[in-house]
Each structure stands twice: as C-alpha cells, then as structure tokens.
C-alpha cells in the first residue's frame, strides 16, 4: 500500500494527490509515467508524474475523473492509500537544448507540461507555455507554469479567461508572427494533439507528442499500448510515450483508445449510482 | 503390475468448457499408489537425465508405492521448489516420461501426474512444518529480479544453501507467466499461492511493483549490498505478425489477452475494473501452449466457435498433446495449414474477418519442420470479431538497453557463459531472457544459476 500525504481540488473534477513511493521519487524524471492501481479489484492506469518531492519520497498525480477508476481515485484522501504504484515507465524527455520550445498542455495535459517545460528551460531553452481549457473553471497551474516558461499563454473555448479559442489557434499566431520555433511539444486530448501535427507539419517544425493509450503492464509485455508510427507498430510504454507527431497514425489511436468505450460507461455509470447510495447512507 | 498407465481422472469437457475451474482432477491415493508400482525402478535411472532439474524419480515414486508420503515429498522438494506447479504445466511427455523404459510398451510411468499427486498431498495434509522449514536465512545477499518460473526457483535454491533471498517484481503480483500466463483452469492461483507461501516461510523476501532498470538500476542493487544478482524477466515483448488490419480493435496479443482474464480478473468484470471482450467468433493464431490455452479461455469467456489458426499440420505443433486433446475435447476448431494474411474491421475499427490463405508442407526447414509453403488462389475469409496472437515473444530490450555492460546476441537474448553469468560481473540470468521456452527449462536454469551464484560468492569470499 502507498499512503496519500495530500490531496488538492485544482479544479471541478480534476485533482491532485502525493503519494508517498520514495524509490520512484527519487528517479522520475520529466516526461516519465507510473502505472496505478487504486484497489485489489481495480484496473491498472497509466498517469503521468506531474511533480515529485524526493526529501518526502513522494510523487505528484494529477488527473481528470472521468471513468470508474479515476472517479475512485478522486474519492480518496489524505491518509488514504492506493493499493499500487510502479514507475517510473517510459523514457524520459530528452533534455536538450534546442532553442525555442513551445510547450503546450491542453486541460489536464497542463499537469504534465509542467515538468517538461521547467527541465527545457533549465536546459537553457526559451520556453512558450500554452494551456488551454473548456472554461475558466478548469485552467490549471497558471501560476506554476508562468514561473517556468518566459511566456504563458492561456486559451479557453468560451473566453472566460485568456484569449478565446483553442491552443492551436495562439500557436498559429506564434508560427505567422515569425516567432523562431525549433520544437513543439504537445499533450492533451488526441484531437488537439493531432491539430498541432497537422498545424506544425507544413512548416516542417518538430512537433513531440505524449502519447496514452490503453496499457496494462507498461513494461513492454502485454502490446496493449500499440501505435503505428511512420509504418511501424510501437509500444508506447517502452518504445515512449513520446513521439514524432508528424509520424502518428492518429485514426488508428482514437479507434484503440475506444476499445472498451461501453464497458468503460456502464462501469463509471454503476459506479455513480453506488457512489450516491453510499452518500445517502 | 498393471500393463496401461492409470488415465488422470478429469472434468467432462461439456461441464469444464464454461468454467474456469482445473479441468484435471488429479489421481486418489489409490490410483497413485498403483500407478507409482508400475514403477520398475531400473538401476539406470533414466528418467532422472530427463528431469531439467534432475529430481530423485525413482526414489520419489517408491515413496508413493510405499505409502511414505512425506518422504516422497522431501524427496521431489529436494530438487524442485514448485512441484505442485510442475506436476501440473510440465511437459514430461518430452522429458522424462520420454526416457522411461516403459515407453517402449507405449505406457510409460505417469510421472508428472505422480509429481502431482505427492505435491497436493503435501498441501492437503498440513505436512508443510516439514517440508516448508524455514532455513537458516543469512548473508550473502542475493537479489532476484522477476518472480516467474527461473527466479521462483533460483530463489528456493540460494535459500537453501543459507543466502539472503530478495525477488524484485515489476507486477503488482507474483509469478510472472505461472499467473499472468496460465489459466485457472490449468494452474490453480491457490497451488501457485501455495507454493510461493513455502518459499516466503523459508525466508524469501518479495517485493513488488518493482522494475529493475527504472525504479532501481542494477548497479543501484549492488550499492544497496547485494552481492550477486540473477535475471529472470521473463522474454516480453510479443511478436506480431505485421499483417494489414492488426492493430484494429479486438486483436490481442496472447499476453494481453490472457492478462486480463488471468492477472487483472478480467472475466469476473464488473465486480473487477479490467474488461476483456466476449468474442462469439475468435480466432486464434499459433500453435504452442499459449494459443490452447488462450483458445480455451476465449471458449470459456462465451465464444460460439474458436478456431485455432496454424500455418503448419498437427504434427508440427509445438504444444502439449494433452493441451491440444482437451482443446479438441471441448469443442475448439483447427485450420491448420492456414496463414493469415490481414484483417478487416468494421466503420467502428473492430476486427470483423481474416483472410486466410491456405499452405502446403514442403522441404524440412532448420528446425526439422517440413516448411509451409502457400497455395496459390487458395485465399478464403473466415468472419470472426476477436483475434489472439500467440506466435511468440521476442525478449524485452529494456534492462539491457538501460543496463550498461549487460550484452545481448542479435537476437536481443542476454549473453551467458557456461555458468549462466552475463556479461556483467556477479549478474546471472536464466529463463526465457536468454532462449528458454518452457516452465521447466526456465526453472531448470534458475537452479543451475543458483550453484554458479554459490560458487561465485565462495569464491568472492575466498578472495577477500
């Protein structure tokens, strides 16, 4: 069992717990994921380490409850533990200077730009910061990210904080404006990391992406997290997470990303009626 | 004596085909006494040279003959740390039941049944005060990494001769393939909870949600005062066979497929979170254990038909008799002689057919095998909505990747020398990371390693 030693609401639905894993604290870096575990009947999750403290041995996981194990992960607190915790997976983010890096986090992808746009800035790199959300209500880190990038830009789709519009729209700005970007960074959602691909490709600047598909071991066993890239099956646990944008076959990640759509809803669905059973006993 | 060897007693197919309860029942002690008698003890002792781990056969099949039951299970445990698992997944159709004499009556001594028998004895009658003693746990320190069939044995060797046994695994469960692997209705997770519970009373320490190369480096182990390590981290990476359409929804790899069902609980969904598909038509492609054993899940998950896909005859298959006989028995189809081509999904990107073409055996091969070779115009379409992958494993790059100093051939395995040492100072390896294939060889590796870790740390001692 791995304790909790703080949870925060950063916003509606999307929360941020430490958990106490002091060997994974002491080598996660920027980029790297952990798989999770909540409890003896659950599923195993991948989640990307936002923070880490290594004098408290604990790591940061910030996340969005939308299906049964995050809603059940959300309902833990402080004192509470989870039942499983192994990391850190993937490679870590190549820590490079390449010049301009333009970091971009859409929704709870804000949590895990952090991490890699504070190592590319201390590799010496001018970071731009973008994060984007629906609504005012769920921009997250602001504040963490305007402390480590030299610019930040904020979008949300209704306007109510930042410009109006989406991440990729300040990032078009950027490319028309002239500014001189050597890399893009992207994660989120998959279709706004497929829009900053496609944005990025005709100008030929190099666009990494994040990747999370479906995964059960995370140690290159099961083949669950399978992606083509360029023509080539990868296993993003070991193979990545991160990869060439330009290279992805986005259709194919959607498709693989709904597998378990249906079990997926009925079981956050009988989850919520429970939940509610549970409060008004 | 009786002529014929005694038949394990096993579950109808019609009843066993929807549950995922043992399918084999095991002998009475009736029945194993008089199969144990057919035993001629020769003085040759052939069977023994069979055994991957070299037990005591003869010795422990008097035991049974003679009703000395717990001797009988001192003598199996002298040579092998798990024998309630190797009675039941072994091959000892191609190991030492090859060797018996009796073979040549074509009734050879049912061993890996009578290797059964003396196991579960030995759990069914508490008898594990005896035979599960605690050793006297000391120095040196030896760390094990992964939990599967070599580590298991690796460790059960080392803590016998006194070491201070630490396993580290990267799942959240130990066992490697004997859990995440074998099905239920093969291996029983209470047997292999059994048998994992006697090495943790004999001092073997196991932590898991561990993964050397990431969450500790090897070098971080020898910093931490291990003094030799050993690698059993199992083959990884599953093969595909790079065929348009595999990456479509509801094509597995066997190892994600038989994960979910046997490591995550899938098939008890929802009471647990991890979902797997009822497949109604499923094929299957290989033709090892692991295709049998994932047809046979799938069978049991609901399928209406399952059909095994195998590119060479029945003769060429690498899987058990007895597997491919209950698989037979329960209803699973085999197109053998049949390659698959591509897939084709539906608007929603599911698998719903694989085009096959139809092959013909032709020269002997390397391995002896007469090579498929295709039919031409032979193509048909078999309409199915799930797929499983079972052609193999190619061994996982990671460790030797983060690892520096640990060598690998051209087929990603991890280099050894004759004492199982790789090519890094004090760390060994066995199993399926450098070329096993089975259970036993793997397990029959791990203890070879164990008396080149005993003479390593003898003579590091002597040294110092």
């Known amino acids: 069992m791995y304790p909790i030693t703080a949870k925060e609401v950063l916003a509606d639905s999307i929360k941020k ?8 604290a002491k080598r996660a870096k920027a980029g790297q994921f952990v798989i999770i575990r909540v409890s ?19 790591v940061s996981l910030i996340f969005q409850e939308i299906g049964k194990t995050t809603l059940a992960l959300g309902r833990l607190n402080a004192g509470d533990s989870i039942m499983d915790i192994v990391g850190p997976l993937g490679h870590p983010t190549e820590s490079v200077k390449h010049g ?61 904080a930042g410009r109006k519009g989406f991440v990729t729209d300040v990032l078009k700005e950027l490319i028309e404006k ?3 970007i050597d890399l893009v960074y992207a994660i989120g959602p998959v279709p706004m990391m497929r829009a900053i691909a496609n944005l990025t490709k005709p100008f030929g600047i190099k ?13 290159g066993m099961c083949g669950a997290c399978r992606v083509t890239v360029g023509s080539e099956t990868k296993f993003a646990c070991v193979d990545g997470p991160e990869f060439d944008g330009h290279q992805v076959h986005w259709d194919e990640l959607i498709q693989r990303l709904s597998a378990f759509k249906v079990n997926e809803n009925n079981a956050t669905e009988n989850y919520k009626r429970v939940c509610k059973c549970d409060q008004h006993a | 004596m009786r002529p014929t060897r005694i038949n394990m007693p096993q579950r109808p197919a019609r009843e066993r085909a929807r549950d995922f309860i043992e399918v084999n029942l095991g002998y009475s002690s009736r029945q194993a006494q008089e199969e144990a008698q057919r035993c001629l003890q020769c003085k040759t002792r052939p069977c023994v040279a069979g055994c991957p781990v070299g037990i005591s056969i003869p010795d422990f099949i008097k035991a049974i003959a003679e009703n000395r039951m717990p001797d009988a299970v001192k003598i199996l445990k002298d040579k092998n740390s798990l024998p309630a698992v190797c009675g039941r ?29 003396a196991a579960d004895w030995e759990k069914e009658n508490d008898v594990s005060r005896q035979a599960c003693a605690a050793f006297d746990v000391t120095e040196p320190r030896v760390a094990i990494v992964g939990s599967g069939p070599a580590g298991l044995t690796c460790a059960g060797e080392l803590v016998k001769f006194g070491f201070d046994v630490t396993i580290f695994e990267s799942l959240h469960d130990t066992g490697g393939v004997l859990r995440y692997g074998i099905p239920e209705f093969r291996l029983p997770k209470k047997i292999l909870d059994y048998e994992l519970n006697c090495l943790k009373k004999r001092g073997v320490k196991i932590f898991t949600n561990t993964l050397i190369g990431r969450t500790k480096s090897i070098d971080d182990l020898f910093s931490e005062g291990f003094e030799a390590i050993f690698l059993g981290v199992g083959a990884g990476l599953p093969k595909f066979m790079r065929v348009p359409g595999e990456n479509l929804n509801n094509i597995f790899s066997a190892n994600e497929f038989l994960s979910r069902v046997n490591l995550m609980n899938a098939y008890m969904f929802p009471e647990y979170d991890t979902p797997v598909p009822e497949g109604k038509r499923v094929a299957v492609i290989g033709g090892g254990n692991t295709a049998m054993d994932s047809a046979r899940t799938a069978l049991r998950l609901g399928a209406s038909e399952v059909t095994l896909i195998y590119r060479r005859s029945k003769q060429e298959m690498p899987a058990r008799v007895e597997e491919v006989h209950h698989a037979e028995e329960e209803g699973i189809k085999f197109a053998f002689l049949t390659d698959p081509l591509g897939y084709k999904g539906d608007e929603r990107g599911f698998v719903k057919e694989v085009e096959c073409l139809e092959m013909e055996l032709g020269e002997p091969d390397e391995s002896g095998r007469r090579k498929p070779r295709p039919v031409k115009g032979s193509n048909f379409v078999m309409p199915i909505d799930m797929a499983v992958v079972a052609i193999g494993l190619s061994p996982n790059p990671l460790l030797p990747r983060l690892t520096k100093g640990l060598e690998t051939t051209d087929w990603g395995e991890l280099k050894i020398d ?30 070879d390693a164990a008396q080149s870790i005993k003479q390593y740390m003898f003579q590091k001692r002597m040294e110092c």
Do not use: W
């Not at chain 2, 060994?428 to 397990?443: H, N, R, S, Y």
């Open chain 1, 17 to 24: 717990i430490e958990v106490t894993a002091p060997d994974i």
């Open chain 2, 89 to 117: 997944v072994c091959p000892q159709e191609d190991q030492c039941e090859k060797k018996c004499v009796l073979l040549k009556s074509g009734h050879p001594v049912a061993i890996g049944h009578l290797e059964r028998y």
């Open chain 1, 40 to 58: 003896s009947k659950g599923e195993r999750i991948p989640l990307t380490i936002a923070d880490k403290n290594e004098k408290n041995g604990t």
């Open chain 1, 207 to 219: 666009t990494v992406v994040s990747l999370n598909p479906i995964m059960i071991d995370g140690t």
């Open chain 1, 178 to 180: 002239g500014d001189k």
């Open chain 2, 418 to 447: 004759n004492d199982f040492m790789t090519t890094k100072k004090g760390v060994f390896a066995g199993g399926d990371i450098v070329g096993g294939e089975t259970v036993i060889q793997a397990m029959g590796m791990g203890k």
């Open chain 1, 100 to 160: 301009t890096v333009v970091a971009i986090g859409g929704g709870v992808g804000a949590a895990e730009i952090l991490p890699v746009s504070r190592m590319y800035r201390e590799c010496g790199n001018d970071v731009i910061g973008i994060i984007g959300a629906r609504t005012r209500d769920l921009v997250i880190l602001e504040r963490e990210m305007t402390g480590s990038c030299g610019r930040l830009f904020v979008a949300t789709d209704d306007g109510s």
